[in-house]
């Protein structure tokens, strides 16, 4: 069963940092592409950022471009998100994603249940 | 960047009815395109991708087609727990964007 658990979210001032991880299981993960979503409060759904199943291809919104850093570690099955200067408008719920490898397109096939950030 | 206009954002619907969900693209994203549902507190469910795949699991009442710029969602005899919030995703290029959303209620 693949199972995604996002962690590292909170309270931030802002300005400030924040690490989100997401421990994957239940399928190949170096093989896979990862992503995080957000979502603002009562808001639609928000593409962050994507990374490749190595690791050395990555892409940003503009919205985070040059504040938010994805990683990922395949030796421990996990991908992060390193957040900072951080402003108010960031504050949502972030998602991580497993991208499944199709022939049309990648849609996100698996979620995390989500772990919320307030810039405040 | 790609825009998505979702169509109606609002409907008001009864259990069993016929619904359809339109995405319109502002270019041609080939049939990249991708559905997920979305209910309250939840991480949104992929339903179907390549415009018109099913996902693995996914009711067959549910439906998509279309490709190019024009894209429809099709729910057939809705279902008690269909009603949510529904969103188009385009992965053609990046950035990767979503449509605004759609939400169901129960008329």
């Known amino acids: 069963e693949v199972q995604l658990l996002e962690s590292g979210g909170g309270l931030v001032q802002p300005g400030g940092s924040l690490r989100l991880s997401c421990a994957a299981s239940?399928?190949?993960?170096?093989?896979?592409?990862m992503a995080w979503v957000r979502q603002a409060p009562g808001k639609g759904l928000e593409w962050v950022s994507d990374?490749?199943?190595?690791?050395?291809?990555?892409q940003y919104a503009d919205s985070v471009k040059g504040r938010f850093s994805i990683s990922r570690d395949n030796s421990k099955n996990t991908v992060s998100l390193q957040m900072n200067s951080l402003r108010v408008e960031d504050t949502a719920v972030y998602y991580c994603?497993?991208?499944?490898?199709?022939?049309?397109?990648?849609?996100?096939?698996?979620w995390g249940q989500g772990i919320l950030v307030t810039v405040s | 960047d790609i825009q998505l206009t979702q169509s109606p954002s609002f409907l008001s619907t009864s259990v069993g009815d016929r619904v359809t969900i339109t995405c319109r693209a502002s270019?041609?994203?080939?049939?990249?395109l991708v559905w997920y549902q979305q209910k309250p507190g939840k991480a949104p469910n992929l339903l179907i991708y390549g415009a018109s795949t099913l996902q693995s699991g996914v009711p067959s009442r549910f439906s998509g087609s279309g490709s190019g710029a024009e894209f429809t969602l099709t729910i057939t005899s809705l279902q008690p727990e269909d009603f949510a919030t529904y969103y188009c995703?385009?992965?053609?290029?990046?950035?990767?964007?979503f449509g605004q959303g759609t939400r169901l209620e129960i008329k």
């Open positions: 994603a497993k991208r499944l490898m199709s022939n049309n397109g990648w849609p996100f096939d698996y």
């Open positions: 239940g399928f190949i993960f170096s093989d896979s592409p």
């Open positions: 990374i490749f199943g190595s690791g050395a291809r990555f």
């Open positions: 270019q041609d994203i080939s049939s990249s």
């Open positions: 995703q385009q992965v053609y290029r990046y950035p990767i964007t």
